[in-house]
């Protein structure tokens, strides 16, 4: 994650959303990511290209929704649910850093 801006990789905030809330699409990407205005091209062709590698696959409704569900790849790795719980907890999208697990 780059500190400085609190952001991180698109792949990575793609993959939280397809976990926590089974889709991501285009803006709800940009939005966990903490991306600033112009760079959705930047994670189309990332969503593209995870959906070419299998980790995502289209939505049944994609031409309406751009929507992107968990592909094949990305479900053999599923976390277990109180791992996916913990995804959704350090979302960057919280600003504020949760306490330790330890």
């Not at 990332?46 to 929507?67: I, K, N, Y």
């Amino acid at each position: 994650m780059c500190r400085e801006l609190n952001r991180e990789p698109i792949w990575v905030a793609t993959i939280r959303l397809a976990f926590t809330q089974g889709w991501a699409d285009v803006d709800s990407v940009a939005a966990e990511a903490n991306l600033v205005p112009g760079r959705e091209s930047t994670v189309t062709d990332v969503l593209q290209t995870m959906c070419e590698r299998d980790l995502l696959v289209e939505a049944p409704d994609f031409d309406d929704s751009g929507r992107y569900l968990v592909g094949p790849v990305l479900r053999r790795s599923a976390p277990s649910p109180k791992g996916v719980e913990r995804l959704s907890r350090r979302g960057v999208h919280q600003w504020e850093r949760p306490p330790a697990d330890d």
